[in-house]
């Protein structure tokens, strides 16, 4: 592992002095990549040589990039035949990733060919219109609501232990993970054998070998050199045991992984996430490995799923940091926890198309294999034991003796989630629901979040219930399910209709 090489230019390093130092001392990164993220979530990628980038820096820095025909990026009804001019615009808040490239290394320096990758906003018309653009706007309009519901609060020191005077700033935090799938290219799924391993549950977090284990842990390493900061890799549920030949290689590998790394901004999380799927493809293919992100790869398997994070707190001015989620007062949730949670259920059928936007997708969110089916939390039976219920949409994690670690976890995304998009729709959902519960008593708002189908409320639709303790899968028929939690879409069509 090479640790002569550049990786990461943090956000503070981006000025036109220290861009020009570092690329100037490391020969071995040769282009600039343009990367930014459409409305489908597709990331863009060119090859600018650095000379030219180095030339002309404060144009990149300050101005337009570059410019597209929006041929490249998918922005429907924007972007069109007639009006396809497209500029792209450097984001200077987030880390820029040298990505290199093993297969050729530069002769000067003996290294590998770097690309330095560089996050872009698209413009059109004056007005930006991507993925990281949308969730920049909604992380900016949450934290002004969570602030000024912080600063109307009368209670503010009795609830969360500090004044308004005190405040610094309110931040947004989020985590993401990696589910996917390994094999040998010429390896196809024994249907039979997988489902038996998968009941017997003899792959999960089971030892990794041969050159999955390399992969997985030369990826590991990588992300350490990143700054990504891992926290594990595993195995997951899927798979079958591969074989040893007598040439001493393994064949037949077909194994279900996952990779969790800690939590950072929501901007830097999406494009964490970016990055670490570039990596475990290039890795994986050196090891002759195929790696797949597909929701549901192999039918009647459990698929890949990438549970996602969300938190929220303050920065005071004495350098302590509260939880705005967690409650210190022996709750489930603070108000403005519950709030962000009521939100989410509330709004789910406007937040699904975003979360879920593929018939690919769907094929996972099947009753049986811990995908969510039904639009429905869980918060556990009380609060000094916390639980976590896998059948559920959206979950509460907490941790007694780490108030920082409370937090909503949203089980439906998978790998080719456009998590720019989920996360921002997310936001604005929890925007709404804030903006109700902030003048409101925990104890009633866990009444309101707790209600039958039958009961009506001034938030929460009647004709639902919204929390569960119990099995979604097996404590429920389909019918009770339906009655209870509505009738989830199957199709996106289906899903698209909510709008």
């Known amino acids: 592992m090479r640790t002569d090489l550049l990786y990461t ?52 820095l300050e101005g337009f990039a570059a410019q597209t025909d929006g041929s490249s990026v998918f922005l429907p009804k924007i972007a069109t035949l007639n009006n396809a001019k497209v500029d792209m615009k450097a984001d200077l808040s987030v880390h820029w990733f040298v990505e290199y490239n093993e297969g050729l290394v530069d002769e000067e320096t003996g290294k590998p060919v770097g690309t330095l990758k560089v996050p872009c906003y698209l413009y059109h018309d004056g007005m930006a219109v991507d993925s990281r653009h ?34 610094e700033k309110v931040y947004l935090t989020s985590a993401t993970e990696l589910e996917f799938w390994v094999k040998s290219p010429s390896t196809h799924g024994d249907i039979e054998a997988l489902s038996t391993s998968q009941e017997l549950k003899e792959q999960y977090w089971s030892k990794t070998r041969g050159p999955v284990r390399s992969a997985m842990e030369e990826t590991l390493l990588l992300m350490e050199l990143y700054g990504v900061e891992p926290e594990m890799g595993h195995k997951e549920v899927g798979g079958v045991r591969a074989k040893l030949t007598d040439s001493g290689k393994f064949e037949g590998v077909l194994e279900q992984l996952e990779i969790d790394w800690k939590f950072s901004s929501p901007k830097q999380t999406a494009d964490y996430e970016l990055l670490v799927k570039n990596l475990v493809r290039e890795v994986f293919m050196r090891y002759g490995l195929e790696v797949t992100f597909l929701a549901k790869p192999l039918e009647k398997i459990a698929g890949s799923g990438e549970h996602t994070h969300f938190s929220a707190g303050v920065a005071l001015k004495n350098g302590t940091r509260v939880n705005l989620f967690h409650s210190q007062e022996g709750d489930f949730l603070s108000s403005l926890g519950y709030g962000a949670l009521m939100g989410v259920l509330k709004n789910y059928e406007v937040i699904n ?15 049986g294999y811990e995908a969510p089916i039904s639009i429905v939390s869980s918060l556990g039976y009380e609060p000094s034991i916390p639980s976590r219920n896998r059948t559920i949409l959206i979950g509460l ?20 989630t456009n998590t720019f998009l989920c996360m921002a729709s997310m936001f ?15 104890k009633d708002l866990l009444v309101e979040l707790s209600k039958t189908p039958e009961e009506d409320y001034a938030y929460l639709k009647k004709g639902r219930a919204y929390r569960t303790e119990k099995d979604v899968f097996d404590d429920f028929s389909d019918e009770e399910r339906e009655r209870y939690f509505g009738l989830p879409p199957e199709t996106v069509y289906e899903n698209i209709k909510a709008f």
């Open 134 to 167: 949308i969730l920049t706007k909604a992380e900016e309009v949450l934290t002004k609501d969570l602030e000024k519901a912080l600063k109307e609060m009368k209670n503010l020191k009795e609830v969360f232990g500090f004044s308004s005077d005190e405040m």
């Open 353 to 367: 198309p975003f979360v879920t936007s593929s018939n690919e997708a769907f094929k996972r969110l099947k009753k």
């Open 9 to 60: 230019l943090k956000s503070e390093d981006l000025t036109k002095e220290i861009l020009q130092e570092k690329l100037t001392a490391h020969k071995e990164v040769k282009f600039v990549s343009l990367a930014a993220v459409d409305l489908i979530g597709h990331e863009t990628d060119t090859k600018i040589p650095v000379s030219l980038f180095l030339k002309d820096l404060p144009t990149f």
């Open 397 to 416: 994690i907490r941790d007694e003796e780490n108030p920082m670690a409370t937090r909503f976890e949203l089980r439906a995304p998978n790998p080719h």
């Open 428 to 442: 604005m959902a929890m925007k709404d629901g804030v903006n109700y519960a902030k003048d409101k008593l925990p």
